[in-house]
């Protein structure tokens, strides 16, 4: 179980949830990575508020942060 913070609609600062989360091992042509630095921008602020266009609507709960650096721990079958 790990923590993330998600929301569940578009709003303020208060939709910001702080929640424990179940990550299945990874899929095929999956990867996952330990994130060691996560940028959070204005982006974030927007999509969050609902005001971004996004070329479909979101799948909520959403963890906002698009950019990342980590390590990557383990991969599904088919990753090389």
Request: aromatic content about 6%; charged content about 20%.
């Amino acid at each position: 179980m790990i923590k993330a913070i998600r929301i569940h609609e578009n709003g303020g600062p208060e939709v910001l949830k702080w929640e424990d989360v179940e990550l299945p091992p990874p899929a095929a042509a999956e990867a996952r990575v330990r994130h060691t630095a996560i940028a959070l921008n204005f982006s974030d602020i927007n999509v969050r508020r609902g005001g971004f266009y996004l070329a479909r609507p979101l799948q909520f709960p959403v963890i906002l942060g698009n950019e990342a650096a980590g390590v990557v721990e383990s991969a599904g079958p088919g990753v090389t």
